[in-house]
């Protein structure tokens, strides 16, 4: 479990114009003031998660600096800015549903990566598994993922089946929550944490006087130790940072294969004697993995 800093005596859970929502080292929730670039969404700024050195003067609490992130989940706005969502989780859980909708694969990659990249634990947790005839989408979820070195779940909503063991996993430390819209992530998150309606509504009440639109997430703490950061499902997502140098890396599964590739800069695309290109012929690499591999590698070659 992520400790904070010695001279952290708040952090960050919602973020509204240029104050923020602080919980305090004592318990107590507290309005502060953003100081000058704090308010920057550039990744030098304030995001949800943050722990934080804050001064009170006069009665008015003010955050005077943003302390070392462990970790941070970051993703490319609209005009390809650097957006950080949330930092400091001990874990993010990418939630992609089985059946109405079906998340697609390249989905479940681009979350995933995003967490590997920020150095975020992943875990993943299928939703909706009394919708999935015969288990046939969750086993074929399985088969890709369970060899990775991350938890996988599958839980229904509806019949209470997984959930035990998903309590279980957030009683302790900072879990994010993280999914493309209607895939049942405010259902599992109501489920699974006790008040986290009530809980969210008294975060999102203050914020309602002018919620900064690109730091929508709300973290709520429940239990003894433990917190959620809650976060707006999302049509579409595009990982922040990446390379044509470290994407690779992103990928362990390619990865594995590419140290056997003839060319060291081979892009595994169509260069001669690649070990990629031939575990895609011989299906010991997952097509859907490839595309997820490919696509990001052309979205990177675009933006050059």
């Not at 874990?91 to 479940?108: D, E």
Request: glycine residues 8%.
């Amino acid at each position: 479990m992520l400790t904070p800093p010695p001279q952290a005596n708040g952090r960050v859970a919602s973020i509204a114009r240029r104050t923020c929502l602080l919980n305090l080292s004592s318990g107590e929730q507290t309005e502060a003031v953003l100081r000058g670039k704090l308010f920057d969404y550039d990744g030098s700024g304030v995001t949800v998660g943050d722990w934080v050195r804050a001064e009170c003067e006069n009665g008015q609490w003010a955050v005077e600096e943003v302390l070392e992130r462990s970790n941070s989940y970051l993703r490319k706005g609209l005009r390809r800015e650097k957006q950080v969502m949330f930092a400091n989780a001990d874990r993010v859980l990418i939630v992609a549903s089985l059946a109405r909708p079906q998340t697609k694969i390249a989905a479940i990659d681009r979350f995933l990566v995003a967490a590997l990249f920020g150095g975020v634990k992943p875990v993943l947790v299928m939703t909706k598994n009394d919708l999935d005839d015969e288990s046939k989408r969750e086993r074929e979820i399985r088969a890709i993922y369970e060899s990775f070195d991350f938890p996988v779940f599958s839980v229904s909503n509806e019949t209470g089946d997984g959930l035990p063991q998903m309590k279980g996993l957030l009683s302790a430390g900072t879990s994010a929550i993280i999914g493309n819209s209607g895939v049942g992530k405010s259902s599992l998150t109501n489920l699974l944490v006790p008040d986290l309606e009530l809980r969210v509504r008294e975060v999102s009440s203050w914020s309602g006087k002018g919620t900064h639109t690109t730091t929508a997430a709300l973290l709520v703490r429940f239990g003894d130790d433990a917190a959620l950061i809650d976060t707006p499902g999302m049509k579409s997502f595009v990982p922040y940072g990446l390379t044509r140098e470290n994407l690779i890396s992103l990928f362990p599964d390619v990865r594995d294969l590419a140290v056997n590739c003839r060319f060291r800069n081979c892009k595994h695309v169509a260069e001669p004697d690649c070990a990629v290109l031939e575990a895609l012929d011989e299906h010991t690499l997952v097509e859907s993995r490839y595309k997820s591999y490919h696509r990001l590698l052309s979205e990177l070659d675009e933006d050059y």
